[in-house]
């Protein structure tokens, strides 16, 4: 099986990477594009992000914990 990541072959035995100028070039302006795209959010688009995160991370924990309580009562463990 090999997957094309920006002229890097990816086989299941390893890597193989092909690095000539040419890939070098192509991969610098790709990164200079995102970079020029990109931009910094702002304090309003932070904080959302922010807090939908800390949901999530609440959310898993909380049933990761009732799973866990579960397997407990039920000496799955």
Known sequence: M??????????EA????????KSIVDF???CQR?????????REEFV??????G???????SVGFILSMAAQLLNLR
């Open 55 to 61: 949901l999530g991370v609440l959310v898993i924990g």
């Open 34 to 42: 995102v970079l020029h795209v990109s931009k910094k959010p702002g």
């Open 2 to 11: 090999k997957i094309l990541i920006l002229d890097k072959y990816i086989t």
């Open 14 to 21: 390893g890597v193989s990477m092909n690095l000539n100028k």
């Open 48 to 53: 959302n992000v922010a807090k939908i995160t």
């Open 28 to 30: 610098i302006k790709l």
